[in-house]
């Protein structure tokens, strides 16, 4: 089956501009979530999808972040203003239930300068 | 909390012997146990998995994982390392019992195998 698709892999901004990401999860995956890694670090859960509903957004700093899942299956997620604290890794992952194992994409690594 | 401790920033071994990467973690119930392995420039790859049942899991590339719940751990461990198994190494746990059905990670143990 194919995997988690994310776009695009790499993008760099300069500050107080603003991006988005794609993803596109594992058909037939109910649940998707966005994370935030920076280097060295672990994931950072941004926000959580089940289906087109979120279940968890505690971590999202939504001031300048925001994410949307229309329909249940696609999920952007945009950054406006890009701050160069924002420079991370943002991976998209996906999973058939919740209790089940996350599938990851590759990430799109964001540079802000 | 539910939390996850890596205790390990990074772990050295000698290619052929074996590894063990160290991963305790604190739930108010029980927990799903999981390992992602992630490689340079790549995302995170699913390892393996504790639901239920055996104690010892087998998973992906010759690794395997022991669930001890009196000790609260999840420990990776592989019989002979590959320098091809070099790479950052994550634990995360899921409570059973949460709603929000959150995973908590790690922060990730490098393991550097040596030829």
């Known amino acids: 089956e194919a995997g988690v698709a994310q776009s695009p892999r790499y993008k760099i901004i300069e500050k107080r501009q603003s991006v988005a990401f794609w993803c596109n999860p594992i058909?037939?995956?109910?649940?998707l979530y966005w994370y935030q890694q920076i280097l060295g670090q672990g994931p950072k859960l941004l926000i959580q999808f089940q289906n087109n509903g979120v279940v968890d957004d505690s971590q999202l700093p939504k001031d300048r972040f925001s994410a949307e899942r229309l329909k249940g299956v696609d999920s952007t997620l945009k950054i406006q203003p890009a701050k160069l604290e924002d420079s991370a890794v943002y991976l998209c992952?996906?999973?058939?239930?919740?209790?089940?194992?996350?599938?990851f994409g590759q990430g799109t690594r964001l540079t802000v300068v | 909390a539910q939390s996850v401790a890596q205790p390990e920033d990074q772990v050295n071994v000698a290619e052929g012997n074996p590894l063990t990467v160290k991963c305790t973690y604190s739930v108010s119930g029980n927990p799903y146990l999981f390992w992602y392995v992630q490689y340079p420039n790549r995302g995170l790859q699913f390892l393996l998995k504790y639901i239920t049942g055996d104690n010892l899991v087998k998973g992906s590339y010759g690794f395997e994982a022991e669930f001890n719940k009196s000790q609260t751990s999840f420990h990776l461990k592989k019989p002979s390392a590959l320098v091809s198994d070099s790479a950052l190494y994550f634990c995360?746990?899921?409570?059973?019992?949460?709603?929000?059905?959150?995973?908590?990670w790690g922060a990730g143990t490098k393991l550097i195998i040596k030829p």
């Open positions: 058909s037939g995956h109910a649940t």
């Open positions: 992952a996906s999973s058939k239930r919740e209790a089940t194992e996350a599938f």
């Open positions: 995360a746990v899921r409570d059973i019992g949460d709603s929000n059905y959150q995973l908590i």
